[in-house]
């Protein structure tokens, strides 16, 4: 792996993320190989204390990446992140045709700014960390 970083706008990388807004996560990659077989990305992240808040993976969401070029991107795009405020951790796992190549501890230290999740007026995060669920109430 050579990198990670975040969201992209018209081209240009940024760094701030948003509560609810998108995500992409883009990890470029390099092998001596001219292509690569059946990949597997993992990625965790994690809260400012290193406790466990979410897993992406390729092959988990039925995405399959069964040969892939020697050297390019992968993303990952969250349309509604669900973080809550504060500093966050993506650490990295890749493994390549059924074995481990790759893992990255803390490979992405990340700030989520606290945003209205909800768009309801009522953000209710402060000093915590963790996720947001998309949610319906109703009376009867």
């Known amino acids: 792996l050579i990198g990670t970083y975040n969201n992209y706008k018209e081209g240009n990388k940024i760094d701030n993320v948003i509560s609810g807004q998108s995500l992409s ?3 470029s990659y390099y092998s001596n190989f001219s292509q690569i077989k059946n990949v597997i990305i993992g990625l965790v992240i994690t809260n400012s204390l290193g406790q ?3 897993v992406l993976n390729n092959k988990m969401s039925n995405f399959d990446f069964k040969i892939l070029p020697g050297k390019g991107e992968i993303k990952c795009v ?3 992140l669900p973080l ?5 951790f993506l650490n990295v ?3 390549v045709n059924g074995t481990k190549e790759d893992y990255i501890e803390a490979a992405k ?3 989520v700014d606290n945003a209205d999740y909800y768009s309801s ?3 209710n995060a402060h000093n915590r960390q963790g ?3 998309d949610q319906e109430w109703m009376s009867y």
Do not use: T
């Not at 809550?84 to 966050?88: C, E, V």
């Open 84 to 88: 809550m405020s504060g500093i966050h």
């Open 121 to 123: 007026g009522y953000p």
């Open 109 to 111: 230290r990340f700030y």
């Open 52 to 54: 466990f808040l979410a």
């Open 131 to 133: 996720i947001y669920i």
């Open 78 to 80: 969250i349309k509604k």
């Open 25 to 27: 996560i883009i990890i």
């Open 93 to 95: 796992n890749l493994n």
